[in-house]
C-alpha cells in the first residue's frame, strides 16, 4: 500500500487533472498544451506514477478524473497561473478555453 502523498503533492496532482481537463475543452489536445502539462508536473514534482495514470486516460479516450476543487481552493491563484499559461502556451485561445478559465475563475470563489 501507498503512502498517503503530502498536502503540497496532492494539490499539485489536482492542479494537473484541471489542466488536463482545459486541454480537452476544446475538443482537441495539441502537443504544445502536453508539452506544457508535463512541464508543469515536472516542475511540480508531481509522481511519475499519477502522472502515468492520468495520461493513459487521455491516450485511451478514458474520462478523466475530476479535481478535487476544494484542495484548489487552498491557492486558487496558482491554480489561474497554470490555467493561463497553459491556455496560452500553443498561441492559440479557443472560445472553450475562455469559456472553461471563467467557470474555473467562478468555482475557485474569485471575482470575475
Known amino acids: 500500500m501507498a503512502a498517503p502523498l503530502p ?11 484541471l489542466l488536463l481537463q482545459v486541454a480537452t475543452s476544446d ?10 502539462i ?3 508536473a ?20 478514458k474520462p478523466l478524473p475530476p479535481p478535487n476543487l476544494s484542495v484548489l481552493r487552498e ?10 499559461t497553459l491556455i496560452a502556451g500553443d498561441g492559440q485561445v479557443h472560445e472553450a478555453e ?3 478559465a471563467r467557470q474555473i475563475r467562478e468555482m475557485l470563489g474569485l471575482a470575475p
Do not use: N
Open 42 to 61: 515536472r516542475g511540480f514534482s508531481v509522481p511519475l506514477t499519477e502522472l502515468s495514470v492520468l495520461t493513459r486516460c487521455l491516450h485511451e479516450g
Open 98 to 100: 475562455i469559456a472553461m
Open 75 to 84: 491557492d486558487p491563484r496558482a491554480v489561474l497561473d497554470a490555467v493561463h
Open 27 to 36: 475538443g482537441r489536445v495539441t502537443r504544445e498544451e502536453i508539452d506544457s
Open 38 to 40: 508535463i512541464d508543469t
Open 7 to 17: 498536502p503540497e503533492s496532492q494539490f499539485h496532482i489536482e492542479v494537473i487533472k
